[in-house]
């Protein structure tokens, strides 16, 4: 029997307890994890401690919960998706607070997003052709809101991430796309010109099908310097009027 010291942490020490039974296996995928009356008795704690430990687990997304008569908590199975998901939540925290600058951002994406797209150029099956032609088919188009745009734009550089078949870059493909192009768009998008994006990107996607790296990877290059000066403008138009709010301000006192 496992015992826990007895403290305000017990729920999380329970919780770690379980996820290092899960990380090393001990508790494998798609096994029904103990039920609470069980837990309880082994951690020597009340089912609500234990069921707070379960909510821990869960958010992390390391347990699931089924219904039913064969239901239960099970240990969840692991895919890039799931793992994409909680770092995606991750970044956008560290941006929101700052943690996270611009620099860093168009640095990781021009870096990461070279490697992919020369990695797609190569590797590229029809299939993923079709799969980033039908992202770009859906973005150029006039009537959708700035949200869904930089929505698709993210499918269309995530589509190019697929296609490099390389599983560590495309899952750090989510968090550059999923979390600081929007993270960089919320800023920039009253000022970004649609039709400079998506001639950008079909230069990106012509010259992927003609498994040419080195044009593909300069139209990228391309798109990111725009970005980069669109958000540098933007940024430059915000200061502009707070200095000018400032100023109104001290003039009314």
Request: glycine letters at 4%; a neutral charge.
């Amino acid at each position: 029997m496992t015992t826990i010291e007895r403290n305000p942490g017990l729920a999380r020490q329970i919780a770690d307890s379980l996820q290092d039974d899960i990380l090393q296996n001990r508790l494998t995928v798609s096994e029904r994890l103990p039920s609470e009356a069980e837990l309880a008795e082994r951690f020597r704690v009340s089912q609500p401690t234990v069921r707070e430990a379960m909510k821990i687990l869960a958010a992390k997304k390391l347990i699931r919960s089924k219904r039913g008569p064969k239901g239960g908590v099970f240990v969840n199975t692991p895919s890039l998706d799931m793992a994409a998901q909680t770092l995606h939540e991750t970044t956008n925290w560290l941006v929101s607070l700052g943690v996270i600058q611009l620099p860093d951002i168009v640095e990781t994406r021009r870096k990461l997003g070279r490697m992919a797209i020369e990695i797609a150029c190569e590797s590229a099956t029809r299939e993923d052709h079709k799969r980033i032609e039908n992202a770009l088919l859906e973005l150029d188009h006039t009537n959708i809101s700035d949200e869904d745009f930089c929505r698709l734009e993210v499918a269309f550089h995530q589509a190019v991430a697929e296609a490099s078949r390389n599983a560590v870059l495309r899952l750090m493909m989510v968090v550059v796309n999923q979390s600081l192009i929007p993270a960089a768009n919320m800023i920039s998008f009253q000022f970004r010109q649609r039709d400079k994006v998506i001639a950008y990107q079909r230069q990106i996607f012509s010259a992927i099908l003609n498994r040419d790296a080195a044009e593909a990877i300069a139209a990228f290059d391309a798109l990111i310097d725009y970005q980069s000066s669109v958000y540098d403008m933007a940024v430059q138009r915000r200061e502009e009027k707070q200095s000018a709010a400032a100023a109104g301000s001290l003039a009314g006192t």
